[in-house]
């Protein structure tokens, strides 16, 4: 357990999360026989999800039409820091189902999660099929650069083209991005360069573009946040949550270079003990027949089910992806025992 903890906080952004964190834990007295919750408290569901807090509040909203007499709670946690929380606390937290937990960090925590293999995964594109059977997908998250023209106007500068053209100097602290320990938006980035460019030229080049960089963000929201309040020119952020922005009135643009879009796959489970209970396992049920497909409808659209279409208004289409092999838990460990901010 020890080794888990330390691989998982090495890609958080600290310490300081974790306690905080654990300190949260439950400690109960008495127990059901389905896992870790008060006797008294079998209707009671908490979700911890690192989804966007208006995707979090359609998804609560859903489920309390659906099961009124459920007392259902949803946490937002950006993904590293959920997944320290798991690895920290194991069978004992108070969570009873994740949700948007990026792969690579659900591989971590795979010991302390439920089986639900029983849930047929043909429904599934071929590279969201998960062989452990201990997580199902949820999300495809799609990256792309966005640019706020007003912002980029009133400084002067030109729409960028390329990754290069965000090192220019005249771009000084009007770039955003995810820090890649603490968000699996900022890390796909990371992980795409790489894989384009090699590893010391990508990291030489993260390293010229934090002298542009206002504020390496917690969350994948943050660089669309910042475009939003015009705080900065450029993002380096999740093109739904753009899109949202946009369908939202946002004068914002969204742009892929030529190494194409990165993305991350992002899964939901249930920890090891909750899974005899039956609220949560009529929620996760719920989420598997209804809600992921309806998140797909409404906010994600890029592909993790056969068959689906992208309905999401000004939603790019025919995106060209960039190169994300060899994407697993121990190069993410890797890569980010090299990531200096």
Do not use: H
């Amino acid at each position: 357990m020890k080794k888990i903890i330390g691989l998982i906080l090495v890609l958080t952004l600290g310490a300081a999360m974790l306690l905080s964190a654990c300190s949260g834990s439950g400690k109960q007295d008495a127990t059901t026989a389905g896992g870790n919750v008060p006797a008294g408290d079998d209707n009671k569901v908490v979700i911890y999800s690192g989804a966007e807090e208006y995707r979090n509040e359609y998804f609560l909203k859903r489920i309390t039409e659906e099961f009124p007499d459920y007392d259902v709670t949803i946490e937002y946690m950006p993904t590293g820091n959920l997944a320290a929380k798991l690895a920290a606390e194991g069978t004992e937290t108070d969570m009873d189902i994740f949700y948007d937990l990026d792969f690579s960090y659900a591989g971590l925590v795979e010991q302390y999660l439920a089986d639900v293999s029983e849930y047929d995964q043909s429904i599934y594109v071929d590279d969201c099929k998960v062989e452990s059977g201990r997580y199902l997908a949820a999300t495809r998250n799609g990256g792309a650069i966005i640019v706020n023209p007003d912002v980029l106007a009133s400084n002067g500068l030109e729409e960028p083209t390329c990754y290069e053209d965000l090192l220019k100097p005249e771009y000084k602290d009007l770039v955003s991005m995810p820090n890649p320990k603490s968000s699996g938006t900022g890390y796909m980035f990371v992980k795409s360069l790489v894989n384009a460019w090699g590893e010391d030229e990508a990291f030489e080049y993260f390293d010229k573009l934090a002298e542009n960089v206002l504020q390496f963000t917690e969350s994948g929201s943050g660089p669309v946040n910042a475009l939003v309040q015009g705080e900065v020119a450029v993002g380096l952020g999740m093109t739904a949550r753009a899109v949202t922005a946009i369908n939202e009135g946002a004068n914002l643009k969204i742009l892929f270079f030529e190494e194409g879009s990165p993305y991350s796959l992002y899964g939901y489970a249930i920890p090891e003990g909750k899974q005899n209970r039956q609220a949560v396992k009529d929620v996760f049920d719920f989420f598997y027949n209804t809600l992921v497909a309806e998140d797909k409808e409404l906010y994600y659209p890029e592909q993790v089910f056969v068959g689906q279409e992208n309905k999401v208004e000004n939603y790019p289409t025919d995106i060209k992806y960039a190169d994300m092999s060899g994407n697993t838990t121990e190069e993410k460990t890797r890569l980010m025992d090299k990531w200096e901010y």
